[in-house]
């Protein structure tokens, strides 16, 4: 069984001939093509106007579209969602703009209560076609609030897609499919990529899959790393430096967290007969143990060691100073491909990369 | 001197942020809440329509016997639980009333009435506190929300959808229903805040029924009224009595008319009173007496419609009769049809979490089938409920 791989692109070298553009960029461009696409589309959120966002992601679209397509609301984080809500149910496709992760919160009783039920409970009368775009993440040197990983809370509410985008053409393409899908679509965009560049045409955006479907960035036969978002770059770089220690990593970028692609992570897992799942969320009940699980359950006969997690660790999300201990990084990515139970020589996976 | 005392010394341009942009003097209610019915017209003004009187005594008196069957079905286990508005029922039936056809509706789950006296099926009004499914009416044709549960989380929505009607240029106001207890709610704040800063055309109609199950509004605000709120917020508060169903229906029509021309948003608090407890499943002797509720069955809401009517020879005991005889047929027909066991399809459970199903939701839903199928192959022959699946699953 074989996976196209889609490999992300490095810093403005895949195609000399496209300019480097970055992750926020790509974002902006998405925004953009989707407000003139489509009039139903409004952008709302805090500083999104004439400032284009504190991330500016949403520079120039007040100018190019009006302050009524891309409004300023004021500050009250369940006020915008839930007003997206009765903006939905009036024909309108909002995209909400969340600053900050741990700044979503006041949102969640309209996300959790109205937002992921509405379909449901209508019977399939009111769809929510709303995208809630949340800035995630740490590794940007931010004070408290500002480095949340909160995909747990939103994989954990039936009724939302959750995507996350870590190269620059996904960041495009996805989050052009979230603003088109008639399901709501929590959106969370990595803070520490959104400087990192691609060459990457605005004019020619090329394809991607659809949400819910995961990419194999790497391919490779000793070991599986499933990632997403942040920790990709993370896993990539893990990857390269495994080489020396004779490991051929396969690193799989979910995209999307809900819905969750199993058959890509587990043709890959089976191919491999490692896993490791890598992210920056706490490790308990985070999004890590979730994959564990049904990597287990679906690989069992093909594992040569258990699925192991490396995660943030159960605390709340350190201080600037501190965070560089917390954040999963390519020694302890490495650390944790070493415990794979690589003395059992007739495994799959080592036969053509022992140590 | 301190530069605080140099007066005239700090005069910027613009004018300082602290500055009001709204004078708050005409935006503050009146002292005493608006009454219509049994007040003397000294001002020579003219006497409330007799038709629409009429009207809203007929669906009030059907109103009153509708909740008195909704809670008779509770009883009977026909209704898992139900919130009575018995004592509500000008509020409810005005703001029914008050709306154009356009117009939206966002109440929320004490006001099944006002849904039904726009003239929604009660059977399907009352899918929710029934439990065959979370919600029973087409929205989208009728214009009105699904009942809300989770406390003035509807009143942000009847803000957007207003706002959104108002960015696509339609004549079309929202009006959402809370309740005292409600107003506490940060929703609520966001919510009026929101509208008033974009001249939505919203009206939230609060109605103080006096208790937020067995909290007193006491321990709920501080606030003048809950209609002074408004004034924070920029918009006109109105406080009404809301008991008298010509005194809302007129305060309502004004603050709707006045949002669809595009002159912004109104709060309206309704003083009334919930004669019955806060559901079949409470005991209001706990917290209230009976002197209470009697001084407040004495200004009972059609009891004051009647009186005027009868007054001024619009209603004689022929009609009376009449009124009460359809309102009688209208409860009959109601248990008649909530006396069917409902069918829910099990099956149905997962088809409309998404537009389309995940293959985690596929597997799932595939796993209940054969626990059902297993289940009918058991069942005793003649059992309806089982295995009556397959009808309403969407994709």
């Known amino acids: 069984m074989s996976t196209a791989v889609q490999p992300p692109h490095a810093a403005g070298a895949a195609d000399p001939a496209r300019k480097p553009v970055t992750l926020s960029q790509a974002l902006n ?54 007003s997206a809500v009765g903006m939905a149910m009036y024909g309108l496709r909002p995209v909400v703009e969340m600053q900050f992760d741990a700044f979503a919160y006041p949102a969640f009783e309209q996300l959790v209560s109205h937002v992921s039920r509405m379909r ?14 949340v800035p995630y993440g740490g590794g940007i040197g ?64 090329e394809p991607v899959p659809g949400i819910g479907r995961a990419a194999v960035r790497r391919p490779g036969r000793s070991a599986t790393l499933v990632t997403y978002g942040p920790s990709l770059p993370v896993c990539l770089e893990a990857a390269e430096a495994a080489r020396e220690e004779g490991w051929d990593l396969e690193v799989v970028d979910l995209r999307s967290l809900v819905p969750f692609d199993e058959e890509t992570v587990a043709a890959s897992v089976r191919r491999t007969g490692r896993a490791v799942v890598v992210h920056e969320s706490p490790g308990f009940a985070g999004p890590g143990g979730e994959l564990a699980a049904r990597i287990s359950e679906r690989c069992f006969h093909y594992l040569e060691a258990p699925v192991l997690r490396v995660a943030g660790f159960d605390i709340p999300y350190p201080p600037p100073m501190l965070e560089r201990h917390h954040l999963p990084d390519v020694d302890r990515v490495l650390d944790a491909v070493a415990r794979l139970q690589w003395e059992s020589e007739w495994t799959p996976g080592t036969t053509e990369g022992e140590r | 001197m301190t530069v605080l005392e140099q007066h005239g010394a700090y005069a910027p341009t613009p004018p300082p942020s602290w500055r009001p942009r709204t004078a708050p003097a005409p935006l503050l209610p009146d002292a005493e809440p608006h009454r219509v019915l049994g007040v003397e017209r000294a001002d020579g003004g003219p006497a409330p329509d007799g038709g629409l009187l009429l009207r809203l005594y007929e669906s009030m008196v059907r109103g009153r016997r509708y909740n008195e069957q909704a809670t008779a079905l509770t009883k009977q286990g026909r209704l898992a639980v139900y919130p009575s508005s018995t004592g509500q029922e000008a509020c409810q039936v005005a703001a029914a009333l008050a709306l154009r056809e356009d117009d939206w509706l966002f109440p929320s789950y004490r006001d099944t009435l006002a849904a039904v006296a726009r003239g929604l099926d009660p059977v399907q009004v009352l899918s929710l506190l029934r439990g065959d499914w979370h919600h029973g009416y087409d929205t989208r044709a009728t214009r009105v929300a699904p009942l809300c549960t989770p406390l003035a989380t509807q009143l942000p929505h009847a803000v957007g959808l207003a706002r959104a009607a108002q960015l696509r240029g ?63 917020y920029g918009m006109p508060g109105r406080l009404v009595d809301g008991n008298d169903a010509a005194a809302v229906h007129g305060v ?38 009976e002197a209470e509720i009697a001084a407040w069955r004495a200004h009972d809401p059609i009891a004051l419609l009647e009186d005027e009517l009868r007054q001024r020879e619009l209603l004689d005991d022929a009609e009376a009769e009449r009124v009460a005889s359809a309102a009688e047929r209208q409860a009959a027909e109601l248990r008649e049809r909530m006396n069917q066991d409902p069918e829910p399809d099990p099956m149905e459970l997962f088809g409309h979490v998404f537009g389309e199903r995940t293959p985690q939701l596929r597997a799932q839903a595939e796993q209940l089938r054969a626990e059902l199928t297993a289940e009918s192959a058991h069942a005793a022959p003649g059992d309806a409920h089982r295995g009556a699946h397959g009808g309403r699953e969407a994709r």
């Not at chain 1, 400032?51 to 120039?60: A, I, K, N, Q």
């Not at chain 1, 449901?120 to 775009?133: A, C």
């Not at chain 2, 800063?197 to 006491?218: D, E, M, T, Y």
């Not at chain 2, 019955?276 to 706990?286: F, G, I, M």
């Open chain 1, 29 to 82: 461009h998405a925004l953009r093509d989707a407000l003139a696409a489509d009039p139903a589309v409004h952008v709302l959120g805090e500083d999104v106007g004439p400032l284009g966002g504190v991330f500016r992601v949403t520079d120039g679209l007040a100018e190019e579209f009006g302050e009524e397509r891309c409004a300023d609301t004021p500050l009250a984080e369940a006020g915008i969602l839930g």
């Open chain 1, 120 to 133: 449901n409970r209508t019977r399939g009368g009111l769809p929510m076609p709303i995208t809630v775009r």
């Open chain 1, 142 to 205: 931010g004070v408290e609030h500002h480095s949340d990983s909160s995909e747990a809370y939103y994989m954990a509410t039936p009724g939302i897609h959750v995507v996350t985008p870590a190269t620059v053409p996904d960041a495009y393409g996805l989050l052009r499919a979230a603003i088109a899908s008639d399901d709501p679509v929590v959106f969370l965009e990595p803070k520490r990529l959104y400087w990192s560049k691609a060459g990457w045409d605005p004019a020619a955006p």
């Open chain 2, 170 to 232: 339609d004549e079309v106001a929202a009006l959402a229903l809370v309740g005292d207890g409600g107003t506490s709610e940060g929703d609520f704040h966001e919510a009026l805040n929101f509208a008033a800063v974009w001249h939505a055309p919203v009206v939230v109609l609060v109605q103080n029924n006096g208790f937020a199950i067995s909290v007193p509004l006491a321990k709920q605000t501080a606030a003048p009224s809950l209609a002074h709120k408004a004034v924070g």
């Open chain 2, 252 to 289: 309502l029509t004004d603050a709707l008319d006045r949002a669809r021309r595009g002159d912004g948003p109104t709060l309206v608090e309704a003083v009334t009173y919930r004669l019955e407890a806060h559901t079949n499943a409470d005991d209001a002797t706990r917290y209230r007496t």
